[in-house]
C-alpha cells in the first residue's frame, strides 16, 4: 500500500469528492488521494473496493457520514470492516480514538480569524494528527504559519479554484491541496 505521504509526493492535488456522480471522475483522474466528504454507512465498504481498484487513496470525512455516530466504536467499525486509508475530522475526540486506533488522521482546521489560528496550533501540538487541512487554502501566510508553527504536514483545502491558488499554497509550505473542482484536478 502506496502511503499518503508518498501519494502526495508525487501528486500533491486531492480530489474532494462531495457527491456520488464525481466519484468516477476523481477515479479517472490523474489525484492520487480522495476525500471522500459525504456518504452513508451502507456506501462505505462499496466505495473504498472501487477506489483501491483504481490505485487511489481513499480517507473518509468521517463527521460528515451518515448512520456513524462519533464514538470509538464507530472509528473501530471504519478501520475494521470499512478499512479506508484514513479519516478526516474536526473533532479531537475522534483526532485521540483515531491514534489508539493506529489509524491515519487528518485534522480539518477552519481558520476565520486570529483567535481560531492561535487555537487551531494549540490543537495540532496536542493532538498530533499525522496532517493537517487547513481551510479555506487560500492563506499562503496562515498555511506558513501553521506549518512551522506546528510542525504538521499541511493540506491547503477550499476555495482552491486556480492553478496560482495551488502554486502559492504549495510555496508556503503545504504538502498538498484539496478541490472539489474537478478542472483543478487536472492542473
Not at 448512520?67 to 486509508?85: I, R
Not at 506558513?144 to 491547503?156: D, F, L, N, R, Y
Request: glycine content about 4%; aromatic content about 6%.
Amino acid at each position: 500500500m502506496i502511503d499518503f505521504y508518498d501519494r502526495t509526493h508525487k501528486q500533491p492535488i486531492i480530489a474532494a469528492v462531495n457527491n456520488r456522480n464525481t466519484l468516477q471522475d476523481a477515479l479517472n483522474s490523474p489525484t492520487e488521494i480522495i476525500f471522500l466528504l459525504n456518504g452513508d454507512i451502507m456506501m462505505l465498504e462499496e466505495t473504498v473496493k472501487v477506489v483501491r481498484e483504481s490505485n487511489k487513496g481513499l480517507y473518509i470525512h468521517i463527521d460528515l457520514m451518515e448512520g456513524l455516530s462519533k464514538d470509538f466504536m464507530s472509528l473501530k467499525f471504519v478501520k475494521e470492516k470499512v478499512k479506508p486509508d484514513g479519516i478526516l475530522t474536526t473533532k479531537p475526540n475522534l483526532i485521540r480514538h483515531a491514534k489508539q486506533l493506529n489509524m491515519f488522521v487528518i485534522q480539518r482546521l477552519f481558520i476565520v480569524d486570529s483567535i481560531s489560528l492561535e487555537t487551531g496550533i494549540k490543537s495540532l501540538q496536542s493532538m498530533k494528527p499525522d496532517a493537517v487541512e487547513i481551510m479555506p487554502g487560500i492563506m499562503p501566510k496562515v498555511v506558513s504559519e501553521i506549518s512551522k508553527e506546528s510542525k504538521t504536514p499541511v493540506i491547503a483545502g477550499g476555495l482552491i479554484h486556480q492553478k496560482s491558488d495551488i502554486i502559492a499554497s504549495l510555496n508556503a509550505g503545504a504538502i498538498a491541496i484539496s478541490t472539489s473542482k474537478k478542472e483543478v484536478w487536472y492542473k
